[in-house]
């Protein structure tokens, strides 16, 4: 029976290039061609690369979704610098519609068998728009003759209010249970998890709404990390307002839930030191805000196939 440890990460950033200024809209900038203004970006050093790569290292995911990866070869460089070929030697990754150029991606110790993008279905609300701000990236894993499929989401951000943007992220919601009931029907009898960067959290707002309601009372899945204590489900610190919050998923069906191997683990070794809730070890190298792995934690399970 093949033991397999997934996981998903959201890497922040994870460029091999300038990043763009908090004050700069990255969709004007982008259009500016070859001609590189440095008045507009800021540099991304090693540092931070390296506490990424060892926050990987810490987590030993046989199969990682990463979310703010920007783009496949990107992500073979950083493999190859920081971790090696032989450790990951599969990877998959589809340019999406980011204008950032932040993608989702996949690296995995087992082969890739299939991949499949749905970064083109229209927004119902506004079909000039694409419903996923980056990709649902399908990703099926052949784990020892154990077939496990992955839907990597990173959704709409919060930037600009919970609220005001929550509409986009229930539209997204919509299409990856549409996307996976296409797939496996809507029993949730199938080897599958949708995972990722779905920024927002399972808490309701003073309306009594949350954008991922639909998602998470889904009987064919289960947000595994709701077997942890309530004070230990957080996976991202916003220190503008002082939350601690699960923006980070692993959402196993019933058939993947049914054969986890102990609680999910979240790893907050490479979080900044001013995520001062997290009291534990932390990589070396951290800083207050920067360097850091990144401002979010990595989720992982062990499956027993």
């Known amino acids: 029976m093949p033991s397999v440890r997934l996981a998903s990460f959201n890497v922040e950033n994870l460029f091999a290039r300038w990043r763009f200024r908090g004050d700069v809209d990255p969709a004007q900038a982008n259009k500016k061609g070859w001609i590189v203004d440095e008045s507009l970006f800021m540099e991304l050093g090693d540092e931070d690369k390296a506490i990424t790569a060892a926050a990987i290292e810490d987590v030993r995911a046989d199969v990682l979704a990463l979310q703010e990866v920007e783009g496949l070869d990107t992500l073979k460089h950083f493999r190859d610098q920081f971790l090696g070929l032989a450790e990951y030697p599969h990877v998959a990754g589809i340019d999406g519609n980011d204008p950032r150029l932040i993608d ?35 990703v099926d894993v052949d784990a020892g003759g ?9 959704f709409k951000s919060m930037a600009g209010g919970r609220a005001a943007t929550r509409r986009r992220r229930v539209n997204q919601v919509a299409a990856v249970m549409q996307i996976v009931r296409a797939r496996f029907g809507d029993a949730g009898d199938a080897p599958f998890a949708v995972l990722g960067d779905l920024n927002d959290f399972p808490q309701r ?6 954008a991922l309601g639909d998602l998470l009372a889904w009987e064919a899945v289960e947000n595994v990390v709701d077997r942890l204590p309530e004070d230990e489900r957080w996976t991202h610190y916003w220190d503008d307002k002082e939350e601690y919050r699960q ?18 683990q979240i790893y907050r070794q490479g979080m900044p030191l001013r995520a001062v809730r997290y009291r534990g070890d932390r990589l070396r190298g951290v800083g207050w805000d920067r360097p850091k792995a990144s401002d979010h934690c990595a989720v992982a399970v062990d499956l027993e196939l």
């Open 104 to 138: 989702v991606a996949v690296m995995s110790r087992f082969p890739i068998v299939h991949v499949r993008s749905y970064q083109h279905l229209p927004d119902p609300d506004l079909p000039v728009e694409r419903v996923f701000s980056r990709d649902c990236l399908e």
């Open 146 to 154: 154990a077939v496990v499929t992955l839907f990597v989401n990173h």
């Open 205 to 210: 707002d003073q309306q009594g709404e949350t």
């Open 247 to 264: 923006l980070d998923y692993v959402l196993l069906s019933r058939h993947l839930a049914e054969r986890l191997d102990g609680p999910p």
